[in-house]
């Protein structure tokens, strides 16, 4: 006789399920027999009857055919393509209570991948927005066009059908008006736009960025070709409709690719790049410069960053994934030194640009791997008090960490985009670091995601 776990769900069953918590991705998580159920759309605290939509060895997914008993968090989602475009996942859950669950998301990951006491750490409140709304300040949309009419949008959930987005709810509203314009613009001037089947035609992505600060306006026309047919007018109805344009440029890809930018930038008008101001920082954006994408929750991180280190003026400070040098700038005022590092050069450029911009002779900036360029700074008798880490996805490189805890700065500062590879790299440098806190920030409010600040502190005796 069969026991119960062997009772495999099969694709299309209907059962019920009680929804435990959110998973990673913001998916409602059940069990059916023991097997684990990934429900989108589901909240913690929910009865409902699903249908399985793919099952996998270790676990099953499924789609809500009913809510039986509704969390009293749910509320109805601002945006009306939400449940199709894919890009927030957290629209059906009240702010507030969004909240809760990414600091439980982080809690989850930690008991997932560490074997430190959960109890005993101090995981604090996450830190959130008090206008969770329209906070981006920069769209990448595809453009296509369907019976001369054009529309822009993302890519909908595991499809390649395009979305169109009049109004999207997490942009800042300047981008979204900067958006329809140029659609607008397009379509009465009738400019070939990329299919991506025939791959004939021209325009394929509108970028838009705004310095939430300045109200300065960016577009991006991302083309196929170099040759733009009526380029001028374009340039002068996209200045005539949007006032607060700064910067006109285009960016080439003619490659069969999902990377949005191509390797050659030309401009078209006005500046190569927009103003944007982070407290007393001021920067230059140009078209492919890397940004925080949400620069109001952007302050608050920096500040808990400037927190966590609690500089007192000499200490020796290293930003590893130094980018244009955001952090660093941040931290210098405090600092005795300052030394950043990236693996992309224009980064590092425009990182030496800003410090100096802003007067700090404290800094250094040099490309290369961290786990490369601290290894000789130690050799020649330069050792970091602090480092600060903000790596991607992917967590921090096996090799770093070696270097880290070779290095032995007293403080390590942890930011991180990623819970899951936080917690493992947390595991891994536990043999020489204590967590004293971990601070979580929404940056992305009504999406899954969610940053952390994690402050750790090198053990008495090493």
Not at 214 to 228: M, S
Not at 410 to 429: E, G, V, W
């Amino acid at each position: 006789m069969k026991t119960e776990q062997h009772i495999k769900i099969q694709p299309k069953q209907t059962f019920p399920l009680t929804i435990k918590r959110l998973g990673i991705n913001g998916e409602g998580v059940g069990y059916f027999k023991k097997q684990v159920v990934f429900v989108p759309g589901a909240l913690p605290g929910e009865e409902v009857v699903v249908e399985a939509t793919n099952i996998h060895p270790k676990h099953a997914e499924a789609k809500i055919k009913k809510i039986r008993i509704k969390s009293p968090h749910r509320v109805k989602p601002l945006c009306t393509v939400y449940d199709q475009c894919g890009g927030c996942q957290l629209q059906h859950l009240d702010y507030k209570q969004q909240l809760k669950e990414k600091r439980d998301i982080v809690i989850q990951s930690l008991e997932r991948h560490t074997k430190l006491n959960i109890e005993k750490l101090d995981i604090r409140e996450t830190i959130g927005m008090e206008d969770p709304w329209g906070y981006r300040n920069k769209s990448s949309f595809q453009v296509k066009a369907i019976d001369g009419k054009v529309l822009a949008g993302l890519y909908g959930l595991n499809s390649h059908q395009l979305i169109n987005i009049d109004e999207c709810a997490v942009q800042h509203s300047q981008t979204n008006e900067a958006t329809s314009a140029v659609k607008r613009i397009l379509e009465e001037l009738k400019i070939p736009i990329y299919n991506e089947k025939s791959r004939k035609g021209i325009v394929r992505t509108i970028v838009t960025r705004v310095g939430i600060q300045t109200g300065e306006l960016q577009i991006v026309l991302i083309t196929t070709q170099k040759e733009l047919p009526k380029v001028d007018i374009i340039i002068q109805e996209i200045q005539k409709r949007l006032p607060n344009v700064k910067s006109i440029i285009q960016n080439i890809n003619g490659q069969k690719t999902s990377l949005i930018f191509g390797e050659e930038t030309l401009p078209l008008a006005g500046e190569e790049f927009i103003q944007e101001t982070l407290g007393d920082l001021q920067f230059e954006l140009s078209a492919r410069t890397f940004f925080q994408l949400n620069p109001v929750q952007t302050v608050k991180l920096y500040n808990e960053v400037k927190k966590a280190a609690a500089l007192t003026g000499q200490e020796k400070v290293v930003d590893a994934y130094c980018g244009v040098g955001t952090i660093g700038l941040w931290l210098a005022d405090q600092a005795g030194e300052v030394r950043g590092m990236d693996v992309i050069p224009e980064s590092i450029e425009d990182a030496k640009k800003n410090a100096k911009r802003h007067g700090l002779n404290n800094t250094k900036y040099v490309p290369g791997k961290a786990e490369e360029v601290l290894p000789k700074w130690v050799k020649k008798g330069w050792k970091p008090d602090v480092i600060v880490v903000d790596p991607p996805r992917t967590g921090l490189e096996g090799q770093l960490i070696q270097t880290i805890l070779q290095a032995e700065p007293t403080k390590l500062i942890y930011i991180s985009c990623n819970p899951s590879t936080l917690a493992k790299d947390i595991q891994t440098l536990s043999s020489k670091y204590d967590v004293e806190y971990i601070q979580p920030v929404d940056m992305f409010p009504q999406t899954a995601h969610v940053e952390c600040i994690s402050q750790l502190i090198l053990k008495k005796g090493n």
